[in-house]
């Protein structure tokens, strides 16, 4: 087992906490993921049994990669992930409450510097230094998953704001007093439209609310999620169809909204609700430009991340090592 | 008439170009405006003739303050105006249409450098140099008049974005299919309810919806305005305040969308909206707090300017200036 610290052969380690499950792996310099695995986040409703499971898995990793010698450090991307204090706060997809200094648990756990940041934001760092942002200085990355996250570039850098939560696109009120949000009790956010579970809302809403004909009515209520409201769209199926249309409809409004903001050359979309492609993508980008005042218009490229997927949130995590 | 270039008592010229009417006046490094005037914007239908008028006018103010040889430079703030390329483009609030090189028209009429800007950036500068934003690095000015403007920084700078366009908050969307804005031909955006003008559609609106008794019904509907209806809401009329308080619920929703982007530690408001204080401030602050996720609530300052409002905005042009 090696024990070199030499900065040329130094790795990170990169973690990304999702909603559902949690990511990690171990990266190179130039964006290799040399080993990964992937652990539940739902089933721990303790955040210490979290971080022993975490532990269990990692640490092989750690000695297949050469020993921790060889790791410069540790990047977490999370939901309200606070690069300032690197603690996670009030997280709604989160099963873990009020306010937890998780980078200092993991420093504890593995004794190596640990910076932490929103998970979305560790996203638009790896599409900066690896993916479909290269040389941009202004973009907006848009994980559209479980959830719907964001990260904010401009002037060539992440936007923390005031207090490290900068870049809570997800929870911007798009339809005032539309969709519930269970996580956060707001109603009419953009991530209670344009995630997966959005899709699936839209779904049960439709199939409720008309008697049409579709391939989902097939399908048992409990079992509809967004892949199956995909394969129908893709069959030829009316309604499953219009589930992506409406949801790309909300979606391009919203990206209309936040170019207003801060004019980027691009908005980098990447997660579960982008293999949709020209499903979602068309009526996105027509409903982008339609809300555009002029000046904004036929200017701002809608681009899929082309990173591996599962490979993506451990390159963003680990690229905060690098940027330390 | 002194014609000394030391920088110490070198002088700016600020020039704030707004729908209804251009201000400009002549700035030292302290933020003492020495001189200003005005002159209309609107009457003129060419903007050569504007140009021509703004000569006439400002000429006569170089000379008292001791002549062009004192004058480092001319800072603009006008409507769409383009800090990369000096143009203003597509402004819908201006009568002149297309794209217009106005700084080169500017520099062409006074042989200084001029710099230009939106001009709710160039109040951003102004609050940042001598006002509410003084040691602030993350925060968004709104100017609530005619229209409604903004200015955002995060990390200390101005955002302008890829194309030199950021900041146009006034254009997104709040309300989807809501009000018409007849300058931008788009549906529901803030600056169709949250300007002056939206408040004077708000109080039609409600005046024509509605059989209920208000001190407005006296006045005749086209001389019916913001002013009327802030002064029919402190003397009681509980119509005139039922309008502010619509446009504190817009403004606030707007406002909440706003912080979840860019996280700042205040939010600076400027105009004439302002000026009818708690009657729009309650209702804003109100529907912000309600809007934003826990992570962001009771964290966000709401400042009103405190900049003499006849000088904040040339003040603002002229910070341009120093930051060349």
Redesign the interface.
Known sequence: MSTSTSTLDSLAIGIDIGGTGTKFGIVDRLGNVLFSSEISTKKHIEIETFIADLQQNLVPLIEKAGGIGRIKGIGVGAP?GNYYTGTV??A?NLPWKGILPLAKLVQDEFKLPVVLTNDANAAALGEMMYGAAKGM??FIMITLGTGVGSG?V??G?L???????????G??????DGRYHPG?G?KGSLESYASATGVTTTALELLANSKRESILRKIPKEKIDSKKVYEAAIAGDALAQEIFEFTGKILG?AL???I??????AIILFGGLTKAGDLILSPTKKHMEE?L????QN??KILVSHLNESDAAILGASALVWDM
């Open positions: 309200n706060e009030y709604p200085k202004d904010i401009a002037n850098k936007i923390y704001g005031h207090d490290g939560f900068a870049g809570e696109l929870h911007t009120t798009i339809i005032p956060t707001k409004m209309a909204n936040f207003m903001f801060s004019s980027p050359e809300n005042i002029q000046v904004f200017k701002v």
